[in-house]
């Protein structure tokens, strides 16, 4: 099990938490639980999360490899103008349950504010108190933009199947810049799982290669494998150093700026943090959690209210590459959204609120139960290509998902004691 550093100031050993995970996983504060628990439900909130959470990430890479390909006298849709619309409505949904929130607390101190009103209280505390997060968490809000940038580049030249499995190197990048950023170190369980990992998606890349016959699919297009795989890449390591520079500053004091790598915490750091929201307090579960949870300085915002800081430099970024993007020229504005049908939203919704379910996955499961929700969507995204893609998995690609597989359920599991 994992542990935190005693008064001997030794080093942290849990892996870093990719960015969408350390927003979840954070111990935000929130509105009063009712008097009265509600009756249990004929399926435990657990299940409908994990079921939830495993066609999710086997769904947004399928719909997204779907939209992506080309139609016969249909426009494809710019990926630019996609990630600004789902950084929209991240920031409409986060502004919502804000306000949710916010009125929530209000009627349990006898306050009985409008929507409106409090709409512009929430949008006035954003731009005047919070801008200094906000800068803060400009580098994330930018990676964060960039790496939705680079997966629908990797969709397009990749598989579904092959792009989910490639992306599982996201745990190495992760926990390579946990290093970097906490001088954290991992077991030697942790290590193996990595190296299976890495081993892993290296052969899928060797059965998916150009001169690999045993995953043609039918429908190619003159994809590029190589770009997909140098996309996808990029992406994880923009997912690890956006994990870590937020993680920094869910830690780092107010005022301070985040300046990779910190100090180590020294002996007069907290060493413990309370669970989740709905988790029973008892000393095997803060334990069992306190590899996961951040520790959050004091008053530090709820969750939706970071997210809301998170969604306004997002949205920013975002903007900025849809200006930028060269599909854009020769479009007039009333264009920028064509080819959006009805798949095309569903991937932006996909892609919107997937972040939220991790906030319920964590909340109800734990990283053990995630991790094997994320092997059960790699081996549904290679059942879903073999029937919508035609591809054919050969001996090679058979043995990398396997190997990658094992090693996610391995890195969950392990617990060091």
Not at 157 to 172: E, G, I, S, V
Request: charged fraction near 15%; glycine fraction near 6%.
């Amino acid at each position: 099990m994992s542990r935190r550093p005693a008064a001997s100031g030794k080093p942290i050993k849990e892996p870093l938490a990719p960015l969408d995970t350390a927003i979840a996983n954070a111990n935000y504060p929130t509105a009063p639980a009712p008097a009265q628990a509600a009756a249990e439900p004929l399926v435990s909130r657990r299940t409908v999360a994990l079921t939830l959470l495993v066609l999710q990430n086997a769904s947004v890479s399928l719909l997204t490899r779907l939209s992506r390909t080309p139609r016969p006298g249909k426009a494809v849709y710019i990926p630019a103008v996609a990630v600004f619309t789902a950084e929209l409505v991240k920031l409409s949904v986060s502004l919502t349950m804000l306000v949710r929130e916010k009125r929530s607390i209000g009627r349990s101190k006898g306050k009985r504010d409008g929507v409106l009103k409090t709409v512009r209280i929430a949008l006035w505390d954003l731009a005047v108190n919070q801008r200094q997060e906000i800068v803060k968490l400009a580098v994330p809000a930018a990676l964060y933009a960039l790496q939705n940038t680079l997966l629908y580049t990797a969709l397009s030249n990749l598989d579904a199947a092959t792009y989910q499995t490639t992306y599982q190197l996201k745990l190495l990048t992760t926990a390579l810049f946990s290093l970097l950023f906490f001088h954290r170190s991992l077991t030697l369980t942790k290590w193996f799982s990595l190296f299976l990992l890495t081993a892993g998606v290296a052969i899928v890349q060797l059965d998916s290669s150009p001169s690999s016959s045993s995953s043609k699919i039918t429908d190619t297009h003159n994809q590029d494998p190589r770009v997909g795989l140098a996309a996808i890449l990029a992406a994880c390591i923009s997912s690890g150093l956006a994990g870590g520079w937020f993680e920094w500053v869910l830690k780092s004091p107010a005022a301070s700026t985040p300046s990779p790598p910190p100090q180590t915490p020294s002996a007069d750091t907290p060493t413990t943090s309370s669970p989740a929201p709905g988790t029973p307090l008892s000393a095997s579960s803060t334990s069992s959690r306190s590899s996961s949870l951040p520790r959050l300085r004091e008053n530090s915002p709820s969750l939706w209210a970071r997210n809301l800081q998170l969604s306004v430099p997002s949205l920013v970024f975002s903007l900025s590459g849809v200006f930028l993007s060269p599909q854009l020229e020769g479009i007039a504005p009333s264009q920028v959204w064509v080819g959006f049908s009805p798949l095309v939203w569903s991937v932006v919704l996909n892609q919107a609120l997937g972040g939220l379910l991790v906030a319920m996955v964590v909340r109800y499961a734990d990283s053990v139960a995630k991790g094997f929700a994320t092997s059960l969507a790699i081996v549904l995204s290679t059942f879903a290509s073999v029937i919508f893609f035609g591809l054919v998995p050969g001996p090679l690609f058979i043995l990398g998902a396997g190997l990658v597989i094992s090693s996610t359920i391995i890195y969950a599991v392990d617990k060091e004691e």
